[in-house]
Each structure stands twice: as C-alpha cells, then as structure tokens.
C-alpha cells in the first residue's frame, strides 16, 4: 500500500523532504501558506522561492488547505518556523486520524517553555509519543534536492514507527537511521543552530580553522552535557543528529545559521543581518531557549551564552571572543 503523507511547510526543508518521501514511492501533499507559491508548484513542479531546481515526481501535489493536506494522512510532517508552530498546531489537532504519526523536521526550542518541538506536538495534540517522531540530521536542502548522498535519524519512542518513518523516506541516496532517543537526537539539531551562529561569527571575523575547530568540538560537549542532563544518551550527540549535523551546518556556506553569524562577524547589526537572511535561522530565537534549559537543569554553556550576548544583548564579537578565551583554564573532562 502507497503511504500517504501531509508535509506542513513549503520552505527549503519542507520542499526537500516531499522529494525524498516522493522518490521512495510515497503520495505527498504539500500544505503551504500562500496561494501564489503553491499554485506555482502545481503548475511547473518546481517551488520558485525556495530550490528552484528541484523537479517533482507527479505524486508530489500542493494545497493551501490544512484539511485536504491531512486527508488520509499516513503520516503529517511539520517543517514551519519553530516559534510559530503551537498556534497551527491547535488549529490544526483536529485534522488528523488517531492512527497518523507526527513526524517533526523543526530544529528549534520553544521561547518561554523550553519546550522541544515533539514535546509542544504532543502538548497540543494530545498525541502519545508512540506516534510522534523526529528527522535530524546533517541534510543541506539544496545537497538533498541534488540527490547527493545524505544520512539522518528517525527518532521515536516506539521503535516499529520510526520503522515506518525510515521506509517512507528511504532513497538510494538518503539513508535514514532509526533511534528511541527523541530528545537526543532533536537535542543535537536545537544546540548545533547556535553554534553555527558563532562559528561564523567567527568565518565573519576572519579567523582561522582553529577557531572554527575548537568552536565545534566545544559547542558539542556543551550539547552533550545538556543532553544528559535532559535524560539523553551522551551517544546520540556523538553520532548524526549531533556532530553529522553540528559539522554540517558549521562548515557549509548553505547553512543559514552560519550566514547569518557571517554577517555579524562582518560588522552588521543583527537588525541588517535579519534583512539580509531570507529564511529563519532558528538559532537566533532557540539560542535564548537553549540558554534558559541549561540554567533550568544547571549546565553551563559559555558558547550559548556568548550567542545570546551578541544576538540579543549587544554585545560585540571581538569582546565576546575575548572574553571566551579569557575564562579560567580548567581540565577538558570538567567540561567547562
């Protein structure tokens, strides 16, 4: 039976995914919010404002309505904003049948709550977490429209659905994994998004590869120190969804983290970096989320908070870095 599946979001990453579930033989029905963008998919099988080059297969169709996306819904895919999802998703709660699994591609923490994006799915849908699951990974749309070789993990709590998740989006060239750590594997996409941010604060500013390197390896103990204090396996941070990711999105061009830490580094205000990044960079607004869960659960993150200092606070890149590399010497298994 052709698995049926409802993408909730035509952005870069939504549009990517619809063609991976579309090559592994699923029917895809993509919801976005304007008219124009999804009459234009419908019309030439291409999305104009986000991949242009992707060419859909024919079971690949838009629609502006929420309900007719959800019609049938083997399994309902989210991939909008991560501060701007629990409103849709009340809205939305009653389109899905009990049997449809909850699949989240946002990497993002949600402002106030600290929530992760499984935990405001099942928070607002009522949803058991058999039945919601996660995509993480490092996946660069455009490398993934490309069909270049890419792996990620489907997380879930029940194994035998992210069974169903990894056979729905499984491709000669994306190659999913399955895992039960949820909050793991969404930990290792949340955390890697601000440290994109300061790695190319730094790229902005000129420095070198032992910069970025450090930065990284760094920026990874401080996601695996939260996971664990979150009840993660410190494994899953080692593994796709945290260092895959955490590379990818530090050392690629396409990653709009980093871009938008470029631009920072540069000299621009955050105000001219915002109007220059034509997509969200969810680090942005999740690095304050990111700096509340580990003052919540006692984790000190020095790199998350230099992030928000320089985002949020004013703070310039040059007294920031300073002021990172002035803190007092310690032991790397302390892990401050």
């Keep these: 039976m052709t698995c049926r599946v409802a993408v909730y979001g035509a952005g870069s990453w939504g549009t990517a ?3 991976v579930l579309a090559d592994a033989g699923c029917e895809v029905t993509l919801w976005g919010r304007r008219a124009e963008l999804v009459d234009a998919i419908n019309s030439t099988g291409s ?3 986000y991949l242009p080059q992707v060419k859909f297969p024919a079971q690949v ?4 309505n929420p309900a007719e996306a959800a019609r049938g819904a083997d399994i309902a895919v989210f991939a909008v904003s991560a501060q701007k999802v629990r409103p849709l998703l009340e809205q939305w709660r009653p389109l899905w049948e009990p049997r449809t699994v909850l699949l989240s591609l946002m990497k993002g923490a949600e402002l106030g709550t600290g929530l992760l ?3 405001v799915i099942a928070e607002t849908t009522g949803a058991r977490p058999d039945r919601i699951a996660v995509v993480s990974g490092p996946n660069l749309s455009a490398e993934v429209v490309d069909r270049m070789p890419a792996a990620s993990v489907v997380a879930c709590a029940d194994e ?4 169903v998740v990894q056979t729905a989006c499984h491709t000669s060239y994306f190659r999913p994994y399955t895992n039960t750590d949820v909050v793991g594997c969404e930990l290792g996409g949340v955390v890697k998004n601000v440290i994109a941010l300061a790695v190319g ?5 000129g420095l070198g590869d032992n910069t970025k390197a450090s930065l990284m390896t760094r920026g990874l103990a401080e996601a695996t120190r939260l996971g664990v204090a979150m009840g993660a396996d410190p494994m899953t941070l080692g593994g796709l969804a945290g260092m895959g990711d955490l590379v990818a999105t530090c050392s690629s061009k396409l990653s709009r983290n980093h871009s938008f830490g470029a631009r920072l580094g540069r ?13 969200t960079a969810e680090g942005v607004a999740s690095c304050r989320a990111v700096q509340e869960l ?4 006692g984790v000190e993150m020095p790199i998350t908070h230099a992030v928000v200092d320089m985002v949020h606070n004013g703070r310039e890149p040059q007294d920031v870095v300073r002021e990172l590399m002035s803190r007092a010497a310690t032991s790397e298994s302390v892990g401050r």
Excluded at 201 to 205: A, F, I, N
């Design 17 to 19: 995914f619809s063609l």
């Design 47 to 49: 999305n104009p404002d």
């Design 61 to 64: 169709r838009a629609t502006t």
């Design 117 to 119: 994006m499984s935990e």
């Design 160 to 163: 035998s659905t992210a069974a």
């Design 201 to 205: 604060v730094t790229d902005g500013m």
């Design 267 to 279: 000299g621009l205000t955050v105000e001219e970096a915002q109007a220059a990044t034509t997509q």
């Design 294 to 297: 580990a003052e919540r659960h």
